[in-house]
Structure formats: structure tokens, C-alpha cells
């Protein structure tokens, strides 16, 4: 008989649907039993300890600003902490603040976020057209508020690749590193990994370091040693409060675009101008460049890679076809936006072990070319055994060569756009998948992981233990005795490194600026074509530092 992952929490339903080791009930995953949110007071966040952070519902009809940053998220919070530094910048945030809301600061309940969710949560919930139930992130802070804290460079190769000057890259990575990273303490279960690794043959031991080598590592994370997260949000401390303004549950509804003359002459490119914006009560505000500032003035998206194809779409730049069939005036016919997006596939081994588990975030990862390793623990999967011994080691494709799209449904910005990833579509993707749980079942085999499992619970049972639960929402095959190739399509899942949808060279140029259209750049996750680093946060975080001195400094 199947059975489900059952978090510690009264609103759980016993027949549930898995979502990424949470449980949510099924057909019903954007809501909950909001009888059991009593104990959690937190879905309005107190108020940051920034003077210039407001909700929006305070923020006047319209304003000016040299520089006004859509999401204030990953890459957003930095980007807006450096141009203060020298301009008038306004930040609008959909979300809320994560300070006071001791699911976001707190390991031991990091996951609430994922299970709990409401129209003001943290976490906004959605289905792909694939059957893979999903999160974004909805807060100041992004996705550095809900994730599992793990901190890891990109590659060298990978920044060359991005066309990024390597000694500023390693400058932004420094100025983040000093406030929102740490060394994690091993667990013995991470220690356990650790070392099962090495014995699997995931070599060299490459120790603690940020640096993104092959081989087995301990990494960062943004959890501090009395398990408190730090977010991108903290980097606003470096902000100028007097040139500052960030506005919470400020929804951007579409970009201003105006027709404009040079030297007598109509420009061929549209400008961006302003935003549209609504308040939590509905109330509609526009924020517009100043005229004659002593910069260039610009919009910048940095919604993420669902949020910022999707406002250029509402803003008139994406396919116009598809633009048009929803009643939208096309400012710019941009058939690349919503394109080319991607993400990781993950697939999971659970593994119940006879050894008490703390809640730990993810501190030790395999690297291995196209594929990597990493562990969770402190979770339930309703078969007797408590929390804190269960873990899950989770593999994560590297860069998927498959690809996707994403569409509107409607043209209410609020609501989560129709996204389609295609899991699986290219061969060389499912290959990857099956050598990845290869080397994830000669781990647990190892002699080093021995004490974390029970012996007479072979790598076979584990397999037919994770395939007999609901993980999503995909048509199955029967499981026990399946291959490995049908056990990665059939339990595909999501670690949340969607990428793409506004790429680099396609919809922006390598200045990030938005292809057709002047006053307008975008910067964050979907302007990759692949997820930088084992997890994205590091170098998104970065990119928000590199790219607001290079706009300050008028280098690009």
C-alpha cells in the first residue's frame, strides 16, 4: 500500500500530495486548514529594522526615482543596496518582509514555508503543465527566504561564460560573503554523506570552500551557527537610507513605454519610463524616472524567472500573437520572451535510519559533470518513523539540455503564469538522471553511511520506498522492479533553480539590457541559460552587487 510523506504539522492531511517532501492535500494546493495557522502569527511580517522599507499602501500617487527595480528578491536586494549608493532608487517587493516571521529565520521550521500557504505567505504555490508542484518565492528577499541555505559559487568557467569580468565577480562575491554567509557544523549524517561519497567515488575531498569544484565539498550557508537565516534582504544594510526607498506588497502591474524624438526624429525603439504598481488595498500608484537626473534613469526587472517574462509580457513585450489573443498592445514584438525556460530536475532517495536526525540544511554536496548530490533530514513519511529519523538525499540535474516556455494565462499579475519545463525531452537529460541515482545508491551502500541505515533494507527497497510515494501530479507506471529510467521520469520533482525566459544574447543583451526597447535592463535568474554553481543564490546574489557598480560607474 502507498504511502505519503507527513510533515509535523496539524494541517497535514494523512492522504496527501508530496511537494518536495512537504505535504499539501490533493487538488487543493494553494490552500490549507487555517484553524491550525494560530500557533503561527506571522503572515504579516513586523516591520524590517529599515527605516526606508514601507508598505505600499503608504507610498504617494506617483514619484520619482533615477532608478526603479522591479522585485525585490535574489539579485534585486543588492542590486538596489549599490545603485543607492550614488542614485534615488525605489525598489517595489510583492511580498512582504521576512523579519519577525520565524519560519524564514528559524532551521528547525526553514519548511513551513513550503507548507503553509496563503495570498500573503512567503511561498506562492503552482502547478507546471508538466504535473510538478512548485514554489515561488514571494518576499523581500526572494528565494533566499525559503531555500535551503546552501551557498556555492558559480564555476570559473561559468563566469567566463556569462562574459563577466572575473576579479569584480570575485570583489561581489566577497561583499556578500561577509553578511549573509557561514560555515555550517556537520551533522553526523552530513559527515556520514560526506565521507559515503568519497568511498562511492566522488573524488577529490575539496573540504570547506565556496568554490565550485568536482569532487565532494562542504559549502557555505546562509544559516548562522545558532541556525538563523540571513537573507538578500540583509545586503539592504548597505544601502543609502536617505537615496532608498523599498515598498512591500507593491505589485507591478505593467512597465510604461512612450514613443520618443531624438534630433527631430521619432526613435525607432520605445523607452521605459515608469511602472504601474497596486497597493494590498488595491490602490494604483505610478513610479517614474526622473527627467534630467544625473544618470541615464532606468527600469530594471529582477522578478525572477517566472515574474520577469511574465510583466514584459503585461508590459507589451513578448510574442505578439500571444500578446494580442489576450488583449494586450504590443509595445514590442519579442517572440524570445518566455522562451528557452528550463528547470533542474530532481530526483530523491529516501532513506528512514535508525539514528536520531536533526532538521538540517543542505552542507555537503557531490559534484560530478551534469549532476549533484545533496541531503536534507527531519522528515516524516508516516510509517512509524518520526521526523528526526528520516533524510533524503536528492540529486539535482546539472544543465538540462531540455527545454520550455512559458505563457500568460490571464493579464492579472498576480496570478502564476502557465510554464511548461519539458522534462526529460532530451535524451542525454534521463541518462544523467539514471547515473546520478547510481552513484546516490552506491552511497548509501558505502561502509561510511552503514550507521545511517538499517541493514536489512537493501538500495532496492529504498527504490521502491521512495517510488510508492505521491510526489506529483504525472501519470505513473507500476513502480516495484521499474528501471531507474522510468523511476526519474515517473518521480521528477523540482529544487526550485527554474532559469531562462528573458536569456542573455536572445531577449537581453551582455549588458543585461532588454533587446528592442531603451531605458529597460533585466537582471536575475531568467536571464540564464543555465543555473549557475550547485545552487544559484551565491552567484544571483553577486550579480545584483556586479552589475549595480558597473551602472554606477557608467561602464555600461
Not at 556555492?152 to 567566463?160: D, G, L
Not at 543609502?240 to 525607432?268: E, S, W, Y
Request: glycine share 10%.
Amino acid at each position: 500500500m502507498p504511502f505519503h510523506y507527513r510533515y509535523l504539522w496539524p494541517s497535514c492531511h494523512p492522504k496527501g500530495v508530496v511537494i518536495n517532501m512537504i505535504t499539501l492535500n490533493r487538488g487543493y494546493h494553494d490552500r490549507i486548514d487555517m484553524s491550525s495557522m494560530a500557533a503561527y502569527p506571522y503572515i504579516d511580517a513586523e516591520a524590517p529594522p529599515y527605516g526606508f522599507v514601507k508598505n505600499a499602501t503608504h507610498a504617494p500617487r506617483v514619484s520619482y526615482h533615477d532608478y526603479i527595480i522591479v522585485g525585490g528578491g535574489t539579485a534585486g536586494c543588492p542590486l538596489a543596496a549599490t545603485l543607492s549608493e550614488r542614485f534615488d532608487v525605489l525598489l517595489l517587493e510583492r511580498g512582504g518582509s521576512p523579519y519577525g516571521n520565524p519560519n524564514i529565520s528559524n532551521l528547525a521550521s526553514q519548511t513551513n514555508n513550503l507548507a503553509y500557504i496563503t495570498p500573503t505567505s512567503p511561498a506562492q504555490s503552482f502547478v507546471s503543465e508538466d504535473g510538478v508542484i512548485m514554489r515561488r518565492a514571494r518576499c523581500l528577499g526572494g528565494g533566499t527566504c525559503i531555500n535551503a541555505g546552501f551557498y556555492s559559487r558559480a564555476s570559473r568557467q561559468e563566469v567566463m561564460d556569462m562574459g563577466l569580468n572575473p576579479k569584480l565577480v570575485d570583489q561581489s562575491f566577497r561583499w556578500v560573503e561577509r553578511e549573509v554567509v557561514f560555515r555550517p557544523h556537520l551533522t553526523g549524517w552530513t559527515s556520514a554523506l560526506r565521507a559515503g561519497l568519497l568511498e562511492a567515488g566522488v573524488t577529490p575531498d575539496n573540504g570547506f570552500t565556496y568554490d565550485h569544484l568536482d569532487g565532494t565539498k562542504v559549502g557555505g550557508t546562509i544559516f548562522d551557527p545558532a541556525g538563523h537565516r540571513h537573507t538578500a534582504a540583509d545586503l539592504l544594510k548597505y544601502a543609502d537610507p536617505a537615496r532608498i526607498t523599498v515598498l512591500v506588497r507593491a505589485t507591478a502591474q505593467r512597465i510604461l513605454f512612450r514613443n520618443v524624438t531624438a534630433g527631430g526624429h521619432l526613435k525607432k525603439q520605445p523607452q521605459a519610463y515608469g511602472v504601474v504598481y497596486k497597493d494590498l488595498d488595491g490602490n494604483i500608484h505610478e513610479a517614474r524616472l526622473k527627467q534630467g537626473s544625473i544618470s541615464a534613469g532606468e527600469i530594471i526587472v529582477s522578478a525572477g524567472a517566472l515574474g520577469s517574462p511574465q510583466l514584459l509580457m503585461l508590459s507589451g513585450v513578448g510574442p505578439a500573437d500571444h500578446l494580442r489573443s489576450l488583449g494586450i498592445e504590443v509595445v514590442l514584438d519579442q517572440p524570445m520572451v518566455g522562451q528557452g525556460i528550463a528547470d533542474n530536475p530532481m530526483n530523491v532517495l529516501v532513506v528512514p535510519s535508525p539514528e536520531p536526525l536533526s532538521p538540517t540544511s543542505i552542507q555537503v554536496v557531490g559534484i560530478r559533470p551534469g549532476y549533484y548530490i545533496e541531503s536534507l533530514t527531519g522528515f516524516s513519511f508516516g510509517v512509524g518513523n518520526s521526523s528526526s529519523h528520516t533524510g533524503v538525499i536528492v540529486e539535482k540535474l546539472a544543465k538540462p539540455l531540455s527545454r520550455g516556455y512559458l505563457r500568460l494565462k490571464n493579464v492579472d499579475p498576480e496570478d502564476n503564469p502557465s510554464v511548461t519545463y519539458n522534462y526529460f525531452t532530451e535524451p542525454e537529460d534521463l541518462r544523467t538522471c539514471v547515473e546520478a541515482m547510481q552513484t546516490i545508491m552506491r552511497t548509501v551502500d558505502t561502509e561510511a553511511f552503514s550507521e545511517f541505515r538499517y541493514p536489512n533494507q537493501t538500495v532496492e527497497y529504498l527504490q521502491n520506498l521512495t517510488a510508492s510515494l505521491v510526489v506529483n501530479n504525472r501519470a505513473r507506471s507500476p513502480q516495484d522492479g521499474t528501471s531507474l529510467e522510468q523511476y526519474c521520469k515517473d518521480l521528477v520533482n523540482t529544487i526550485y533553480h527554474f532559469h531562462g525566459g528573458c536569456e542573455v544574447g536572445k531577449v537581453v543583451d551582455h549588458d543585461y539590457r532588454a533587446i528592442g526597447v531603451d531605458g529597460l535592463r533585466v537582471i536575475d535568474g531568467s536571464t540564464f541559460n543555465f543555473s549557475p554553481g550547485t545552487n544559484p543564490q551565491a552567484t544571483l546574489m553577486m550579480l545584483g552587487r556586479y552589475m549595480g557598480l558597473l551602472i554606477g560607474r557608467g561602464g555600461k
